[in-house]
């Protein structure tokens, strides 16, 4: 990490003395506020960068220019330890970032524990039977094992999630009483599900190559948008289950399985899409550890979605249970592997851009106060 | 045909327009003329990576405009255009051209945004330019992307590491170029020809002939491909000559910079708050004789006449912050003499100069960076006449200076259709000429910023249609 710190200083102290790129992203502004940049500047501008690449096909200082500035790389290289170093316990997340092996190992062993669970506890008649009406699912995996096992795990992801953000608040010199700023939370929340800083002046980033395109924030849209849909369509079925008493499955016309529909086709949408896109993105800019991680992670939202479309399909057949107990496993892996993997970016980069929106207020008030430094 | 991009290997034999360059006024060349229908081959000297010449450097074009918009925050018209040009020039301008360039440059703004550059809007960082002129979105490298982007789709064909070596002229009239083609000889016909590859200010040895080994201490700010062998090539076969061949624009850069390419990151701001010393240690001009963006540019050719063509900028920790970051860290020192002795300078000599200056300065001034202020000192020869503050609070900082040179002003003579005129006066009949290689027909001293790019934008346009008319009259 500090190699890389040391590196990310060498290139920026070139970018603070060019300043061409100031129109790209908030990465720009925010390092004009520096002139020098300790580690926690350094952090904090790594996870402010959205990885559009712009400023990389836009710099007359780019590799092979004896320069040799690559500011997407070295930001991506520097969020990959970020996602790792703040992340609890660190040893699974070395395992699990820099390998997509153990992250297939790790589905699959998933996968095979709730199979083998299913056999063992209701034998291969529940399994392998054909189960229909209320309660359905439930007589193949219990109601307590299909709960009880996801929050405890949920509950897991949460605390090293918000254990991260708060040391990560810490170390990028945020203070405690800005944490919880309302107008910097509206503020990074409206950048966050816009994804502003992809849509550049309005021509989109240059992703997979140096063309100026929209394809890579209409994926990502189509993914973001599909998981809350999901999530929305447990919750709503939790709902039910849990005041209402009804239990799944749900007619095809319900609110949980329109919900659940939608989202598992714009996950699947999404996240083969973002893929495709990876597969054939220009590599310079990129870092190979980082694209690890998001293969990993977007290969297990898309089977995640995959499974779950295929269970709805099939799920008045013999094949029902042996769909679900695929599908938990699944959910299960995706979830394990959480705190150690991409979906770690939403907390640090909201957390960026919450600080860039304090920080750019203030920065505001002081122009205003001095009419400016120019 | 081999665009470059999708590496197919056609190399025609023959064209309607040949563009020789690949910068700004080349791409907007060869952007023009394919628009009246010629069928356009562009040679660009450099590899792909490091198109663009200098104007992959550039941030800022200067245009006319009566009407404001979002990009700037102003009105420029055409007479106070007029005044800056007369103003940096001292007059050495050809009235017609500069005016023509001042008018048809009221379009450029829509021109470029049509042809795939894109706009910034007015930021922290380019406020005080940003009545006058438009910024690039990503500067100069964004604007020529998006010049060859809009090129791929018109069907330009583009040569990368296509080395025009020699003009073949009869008569005024353009018959060939031999090219150097990856280090194969080719020869490429074409029905008219639009020179636009820049200065000579990369060509040390050509320097070398005005500069003697001075030049040797010379950093070239921008691309390394501007040799001026085009240039060399048309004034050898008829074209006259425009510009003095010693004059060159240049700054104050780092002298740590890179021989070529260091681009802006090495100019240094730091002269104006404290003093300047040659190898000798001492003083030579005053540092606080005007505001720094109107002083910088004289600073190149002060330090290219010092011995060594370097200088030593030294500045405190109260005045460490004022100016932008530059891209080499200053030499640091808890003393002046130790500062000095880092340097490689006489610690005694620089001491004895920074505290003779500290003794000059009249007391009672008041230190105002936004203004020319009172702070000045009194029997130094020169003196300091403005923000002239004691040198005192440790620790010491020092920034070595060269020449740092932008471009050349010598270039060919050209009339308002942008054809070269030749030795008999009269204008070649298929030759047009732009960008850098023209610049001096209109700013024939001095430095106006952004200006550069506006001359190669318009000349480019006007030098494409001449080619793409005379080319579909042959």
């Known amino acids: 990490m500090k190699a890389l710190l040391t590196e990310a200083d060498r290139q920026l102290t070139i970018c603070n003395a060019c300043r061409y790129c100031e129109g790209y992203c908030a990465v720009w502004p925010a390092m004009e506020l520096r002139r020098t940049f300790k580690d926690s500047d350094i952090l904090y501008l790594a996870n402010l960068c959205f990885d559009c690449r712009a400023c990389y096909y836009a710099c007359q200082f780019a590799p092979p220019h004896q320069f040799a500035v690559n500011i997407p790389q070295i930001f991506a290289q520097i969020r990959t330890e970020t996602y790792q170093d703040y992340s609890w316990p660190r040893l699974l997340a070395r395992m699990v970032k820099s390998n997509t092996k153990a992250a297939v190992v790790i589905t699959l062993a998933c996968v095979v524990a709730v199979f083998a669970f299913v056999l063992i506890a209701q034998g291969p008649a529940v399994l392998f039977g054909v189960h229909v009406g209320e309660g359905a699912f439930f007589r193949v995996v219990p109601y307590v094992a299909m709960v009880v096992p996801p929050s405890i795990i949920s509950l897991f992801v949460l605390g090293v999630f918000a254990t991260g953000a708060f040391r990560f608040w810490a170390d990028t010199r945020g203070s405690p009483e800005e944490m919880f700023s309302w107008p910097a939370f509206a503020k990074a929340s409206a950048d966050a599900f816009g994804m502003r800083y992809m849509r550049g002046d309005g021509s989109g980033c240059n992703y997979p190559d140096e063309q100026f395109s929209h394809i890579r924030r209409v994926f990502h849209h189509f993914t973001f948008y599909g998981f809350l849909l999901d999530l929305a369509s447990t919750t709503v079925a939790a709902i039910y289950h849990h005041y209402f008493h009804w239990e799944s499955p749900y007619a095809l016309n319900s609110l949980p399985v329109v919900l659940g529909t939608a989202g598992g086709i714009g996950l699947m949408i999404g996240t083969a899409g973002l893929l495709y896109l990876k597969w054939k993105s220009d590599r310079v800019p990129g870092d190979g550890t980082m694209m690890q991680m998001d293969v990993s992670f977007i290969l297990i939202l898309f089977l995640s979605a995959l499974s779950g479309m295929l269970l709805l399909a099939l799920r008045e057949t013999a094949a029902m249970g042996t769909l679900l107990a695929i599908h938990l496993g699944i959910i299960a892996a995706f979830f394990l592997m959480i705190p150690y993997g991409k979906l770690a970016h939403v907390v640090y980069r909201y957390s960026a851009l919450v600080k860039n929106a304090v920080e750019q207020r203030r920065a505001a008030a002081a122009d205003a106060a001095h009419g400016h430094g120019h | ?474």
């Open chain 2, 1 to 474: 045909m081999r665009d470059g991009r999708n590496g197919s290997t056609v190399i025609p034999t023959t064209v309607d327009v040949l563009v020789i360059g690949g910068g700004n006024a080349a791409l907007c060349a060869a952007l023009a003329a394919r628009r009246e229908g010629a069928e356009v081959l562009v040679l660009e000297g450099a590899p792909e990576h490091f198109r663009g010449g200098n104007s992959r450097h550039t941030r800022d074009v200067r245009y006319m405009h009566t009407r404001v918009n979002k990009f700037v925050t102003g009105l420029y018209p055409e007479e106070e255009f007029w005044d800056d040009l007369i103003r940096v020039t001292g007059g050495r301008t050809n009235e017609d051209l500069a005016r023509l360039t001042i008018r048809a440059s009221e379009d450029l703004d829509e021109w470029m945004a049509e042809h795939g550059v894109k706009w910034q809007r007015p930021l922290r960082g380019t406020l005080h330019l940003a009545r006058t002129n438009l910024f690039m979105l990503g500067g100069g490298r964004g604007m020529m992307n998006g010049y060859y982007e809009t090129a791929r789709r018109f069907g330009v064909h583009v040569l990368y590491d296509a080395n025009a070596q020699d003009l073949a002229i009869r008569d005024g009239t353009f018959d060939h170029v031999v090219v150097n083609l990856n280090g194969e000889r080719r020869e490429i016909r074409a029905k008219a020809v639009v020179a636009a590859a820049g200065g000579f200010e990369a060509n040390i040895p050509w320097l070398k002939q005005y500069w003697g080994d001075d030049a040797d201490n010379f950093i070239i700010r921008g691309t390394p491909y501007n040799t001026g062998t085009v240039l060399a090539s048309l004034l050898e076969r008829g074209a006259q000559t425009n510009g003095d061949p010693r004059e060159f624009h240049a700054v104050a850069v780092d002298g740590r910079a890179p021989t070529f390419d260091g681009g802006i990151v090495t100019r240094l701001d730091s002269v104006p708050f404290g003093i300047v010393v040659n190898r000798n240690g001492e003083r030579f001009y005053d540092e606080g004789e005007d505001f720094w963006p109107k002083r910088y540019a004289i600073w190149g050719g002060l330090i290219a006449r010092q011995p060594g063509q370097e200088a030593y900028s030294i500045i405190d920790a109260d005045t460490i912050d004022r100016f932008m970051p530059s891209v080499f860290h200053p030499v640091e020192a808890g003393t002046v003499g130790e500062l000095a002795t880092k340097m490689g300078l006489d610690a005694q000599k620089v001491t004895a100069a920074v505290e003779t200056f500290n003794r000059s300065i009249v007391p009672g001034g008041s230190f105002d960076p936004g203004e020319l202020d009172d702070c000045r000192t009194e029997g130094l020869a020169p003196n300091k006449t403005h923000w002239a503050v004691p040198i005192k609070k440790p620790p010491f900082y020092g920034y070595p200076l060269r020449p740092g040179i932008t471009f050349t002003y010598m270039g060919v003579t050209v009339d308002d259709r942008a054809r070269v005129i030749m030795h008999d006066g009269r204008p070649a009949a298929n030759i047009t000429a732009a960008g850098e290689l023209m610049a001096g027909n209109v700013l024939g001293r001095g430095y106006l910023a952004g200006f550069g790019l506006t001359i190669g934008a318009v000349f480019g346009r006007i030098a494409g249609r001449e080619a793409a008319r005379s080319a579909s009259s042959r």
